[in-house]
């Protein structure tokens, strides 16, 4: 339902600049949370942290700035079987060289 | 419905959800693109961890992170800009549009001193310094250049984009009942950000 009625907003113009401005700072947030915690060892995971961190950012661009939270839902099955293929690249070529 | 929406309505037929799915499935081989050299980047990075680490601490961080804000600032201002349109608001939109490519250059002239710098202490692809350094700094500094050059290539692209979506803009083709075209130089703007919210951390961040 929620949806349905950010979908009207989009085509209607009713679209606020209010949170694009909030993801605006939760990205500016998280970059600086990425660059403070370098400072701090964790040793294997500082590069899976700044992953991490890198996907919030990306998920929120993504659902916001690309307004896939207000597509129609096949928008959003398509970048998941893209994504999931990427994965799987991934995946595969790690595992060919773990057992190396 | 927008009066615009309205006169050309009767006439021309449009899709603008085919027009937004075709514009994805062009970001799709982007994600090829770049995922093919991520792919290379992750298990280098693997293989040669200390090398790479240690070629991370030369890359100046303060380059880096100014240009993430930059860029993350011109996708909210691209973001604004299509927000606007909708909203009939065409000066807004267009100013919008301009501060967007504003922040492109203020990019790439942040990259150029970048690379100008690291040019001048001797490394780039192929110089005499940089083969006297390890396998792993070797291939760092390769996919640095490799990489960050074609994302850079990517934001010199957007600004072109940009900028004839701007003059159409300002024409009136691109207006709150028509504004599609805008909408897909906005999904490949933020694409670019997003490469650049993994290249980040990857080269400026990992030491």
């Known amino acids: 339902m929620s949806q349905n009625n950010l979908n009207q907003d989009l085509q209607h113009g009713n679209v606020s600049y209010g949170l694009y401005f909030l993801v605006w700072f939760a990205l500016l947030v998280l970059t600086g949370l990425s660059v403070t915690v370098v400072g701090i060892d964790f040793g294997k995971f500082t590069v899976a942290i700044a992953m991490i961190v890198s996907c919030v950012k990306s998920y929120l661009v993504l659902t916001v700035f690309m307004h896939l939270k207000s597509e129609n839902p096949v928008f959003r099955i398509f970048v998941g079987v893209a994504l999931f293929f990427l994965v799987v690249s991934f995946a595969l070529l790690f595992s060919d060289y773990s057992f190396m | 419905m927008s009066s615009a929406e309205h006169a050309v309505g ?17 970001l799709f081989t982007e994600l090829l693109l770049f995922g093919g050299m991520f792919l290379i980047y992750s298990i280098y990075h693997y293989v040669h961890q200390s090398e790479f680490h240690l070629a991370a601490k030369q890359l100046n961080t303060m380059f880096g992170t100014l240009n993430t804000f930059i860029l993350l600032t011109s996708s909210l201002t691209m973001a604004l800009s299509i927000a606007a349109i909708q909203k009939e608001k065409k000066a807004l939109s267009v100013f919008l549009q301009l501060v967007t490519i504003l922040f492109a250059v203020f990019f790439m002239v942040n990259k150029y001193f970048e690379w100008s710098a690291k040019i001048q202490h001797g490394i780039y692809p192929g110089s005499e310094e940089l083969l006297m350094k390890s396998n792993g700094e070797i291939l760092f500094f390769g996919l640095y250049y490799l990489m960050t050059g074609l994302h850079g290539l990517h934001v010199i692209i957007g600004v072109l984009i940009i900028g004839y979506m701007t003059i159409g803009t300002v024409k009136g083709k691109i207006n709150s009942g028509n504004f599609v075209r805008l909408e897909a130089a906005g999904l490949y703007w933020h694409l670019v950000d997003i490469i650049w919210i993994f290249l980040f951390p990857l080269f400026y961040l990992i030491v």
């Open chain 2, 10 to 26: 009767h006439h021309v037929h449009r899709d603008d959800e085919g027009a937004r799915l075709g514009m994805w499935l062009f």
